[in-house]
C-alpha cells in the first residue's frame, strides 16, 4: 500500500507537473516535458532532483546493465522515480511494468510516478510494488 509520507510530495510533483502541461500543451517530444519538468522542480522545493539518474542492475554480486528513468526526486527518506510519457487516453501495462522494474532496482523505499503529457490534461497514476 501506498505509504502516507508519499502523498504530499507526490501532490507537489503533480502540481508542477500539471503547470508544465498548462504551459506547454500537447503534443511536443518527450524531452521536451522532461527539461520542462525538471526545470520546474528543481526551481521549487527543498527536495533534491536528479535528472536521468543510472540505477545500477545487480546479478550476482556483479552489475550487469542499468536502468535510468526520467527522474528522481528524494525528500528526506521519500523517493519517487518518475516517467514521463507522451500519451493521450491512458497508460499501457508495459508503462507500468517499466517503472515498477525501476522500483525493483531501487530495492529502497521507493513509489513510482508515470505522467501523460499527450493530451489536453495531465494524466498521471501512482506505481508501487505489488
Same mark, same amino acid.
Given at each position: 500500500?501506498?505509504?502516507?509520507?508519499?502523498?504530499?510530495?507526490?501532490?507537489?510533483?503533480?502540481?508542477?507537473?500539471? &503547470?508544465?502541461?498548462?504551459?506547454?500543451?500537447?503534443?511536443?517530444?518527450?524531452?521536451?516535458?522532461? &527539461?520542462?519538468?525538471?526545470?520546474?522542480?528543481?526551481?521549487?522545493?527543498?527536495?533534491?532532483?536528479?535528472?536521468?539518474?543510472?540505477?545500477?542492475?545487480?546479478?550476482?554480486?556483479?552489475?550487469?546493465?542499468?536502468?535510468?528513468?526520467?527522474?528522481?526526486?528524494?525528500?528526506?527518506?521519500?523517493?519517487?522515480?518518475?516517467?514521463?510519457?507522451?500519451?493521450?487516453?491512458?497508460?499501457?501495462?508495459?508503462?507500468?511494468?517499466?517503472?515498477?522494474?525501476?522500483?525493483?532496482?531501487?530495492?529502497?523505499?521507493?513509489?513510482?510516478?508515470?505522467?501523460?503529457?499527450?493530451?489536453?490534461?495531465?494524466?498521471? &497514476?501512482?506505481?508501487?510494488?505489488?
Amino acid at each position: 500500500m501506498l505509504a502516507e509520507k508519499y502523498l504530499p510530495l507526490l501532490g507537489k510533483i503533480i502540481r508542477h507537473a500539471r &503547470r508544465v502541461q498548462r504551459e506547454l500543451g500537447p503534443g511536443h517530444p518527450e524531452l521536451l516535458y522532461h &527539461r520542462a519538468l525538471l526545470h520546474e522542480l528543481r526551481g521549487s522545493g527543498d527536495w533534491k532532483v536528479s535528472y536521468k539518474p543510472h540505477l545500477k542492475v545487480r546479478y550476482g554480486g556483479r552489475v550487469v546493465g542499468e536502468v535510468v528513468p526520467d527522474l528522481l526526486v528524494r525528500k528526506g527518506n521519500a523517493t519517487v522515480l518518475i516517467e514521463c510519457k507522451v500519451v493521450g487516453g491512458g497508460f499501457e501495462q508495459v508503462d507500468f511494468d517499466q517503472v515498477r522494474r525501476y522500483l525493483r532496482v531501487w530495492g529502497g523505499d521507493a513509489v513510482g510516478l508515470l505522467l501523460g503529457f499527450g493530451g489536453e490534461r495531465l494524466e498521471f &497514476r501512482r506505481v508501487w510494488m505489488e
